[in-house]
């Protein structure tokens, strides 16, 4: 076989039970990539193809550093190929089999990556269900990359939700038992990867897989926490055995919460290894340069150029790919952190214009960001607050024009319920109060609310001449009574044809148009606001840069395209 679809085919990586992999060139491009087929026996097998279609749907819509890229999908022949990223390198299968004797660091900078692929796949609601040494693979550089989707749950369908899907050493005890599986059953997996990859032995071992499920399944059984390593990092058996407990509720509830426990143990052992590395004296050429660029590294962090020091943590990582790794992962750390502290502050400036439902959108791209963070907790609690105070105010407003119309049960309703959410509301007590008074203007109230709506003041120009155009206009002056600016404009605008040097139709369409162009700018401001919140960056970009077009100066559009500048 010398090409499949455009691709040359360049070497066998591998062939296994859901398809072979070559190493293949993009003629087009240039590029190496890795070239996965059906199994050749699968045949017409709708199951085979679907996975097979389903891998390259959950991970062609991920993108992220530490998740295989799809760079295409075609069919050759009746047989179907997926074009990913080639990642040359090992996969975890191999060094566990190989058992290398790799550095305590570089396992647990692994970890780190994984956890953060998967986080992210699980953000965009895709849960792996199969993850396992063999389907992590770490290129010569120490970056890592998840593969294999193709037994993926899309957590937004009904597909595939139960039954023994995984592989047994790996599997959650939930999957083992055929229940419904989440994101929580994938943390399970990622702690038994953990677990043999610091230990060179499986959690749970058995003479038949039968056997190795069952202990997955007991309760009662646990992995010895004895063989993982802690001298340095006496934390790690803690953090890998509560990824794997049995109950799903007591496990960590989101990678981002693993990836914390881990990036803690390393800050809380730098400072005892940066000790030992200066007890064991004079360094090579080699050392002096990875001092200097952790010394740079530093200075940029000190000084708030979190992506410069990025950048460097780079060059450090090809000398020291731990330091580096370690380095990294505390400054992406800090990046979320600032991030975090932006949106914050656009979720405030929101809440301060009375945007509520706005910046709770902008809350919960938050808590995406920084799960469980203090600083979530404290804006969504402030959101509420300030939600049940203003819907309570609004109620009161309610009862009020309710007491003048006369709406005695309905004004007492809105009374009660703003107490509800405010019980020392002062007006709220005083309506209820006065309910006795409103009884008995109720009547007279309720003519008063019959009335034909007041006539409609006349312009200081002087009405048009042409009855059609002030039939126009005053339609349109309803319209603006009532805030609705973009009905009004089609109305003046006519009018204006018909009486075209009038000075006050001039006036009301100059003051439409305006206020129809805020009402657009509002509009696309809230749906870049939604592409946002659903991490869509660059139809947010979009949006929001039309409505930048409108009005150049709006603020909240403005901040919104800071933000995602920043991303």
Known sequence: MERIGKYKILSLIGRGGMGTVYEALDPVLQRTVALKTMPADAGDSTEVRARFAREAQAAGGLRHRNIVTVYDVGEERGQPYIAMEYVAGTDLEKVIQERRPLALEWKIDVLRQVCEGLAHAHRSGIVHRDIKPANVRVSVEGEVRIVDFGIALFQSSGMGRTGHVGTPHYMAPEQVAGRPVDSRSDIFSVGAVAYELLAYRKPFEADSLSGVMSRIADPGVAPDPTALPGADYPGLPGVVLKAMAKDPAQRYQSLDQMRDGLAALVRAAAPRLLAREREAGPRPPAAEEVARLASDVERARAEGRLQQALRLCGRLRELDPVRGGRLAAEIESEIREREAEQIAALALGYAADGELELASKITARLQSLVPDSARHRELKTYLEEEAARRTADALIATAQEHLVLGNLQEALAAADEALSLNPSHEVAREIRQRAAQVIATRERSRDAALDPPAPLPPLPEGDPVSVEASALLEAARRLLRERAP?????????????????????????????????AEVDRLVGAALDHFVRNEYADARRVVEAALALSPKDRKAGELRSVLGKI
């Open 486 to 518: 973009q009905e009004a404009l089609p109305l003046l605008e006519r009018a204006a044809q018909i009486e075209s040097g009038h000075a006050g139709l001039q006036r009301i369409l100059g003051l439409t148009r305006r206020e129809a162009r805020k």
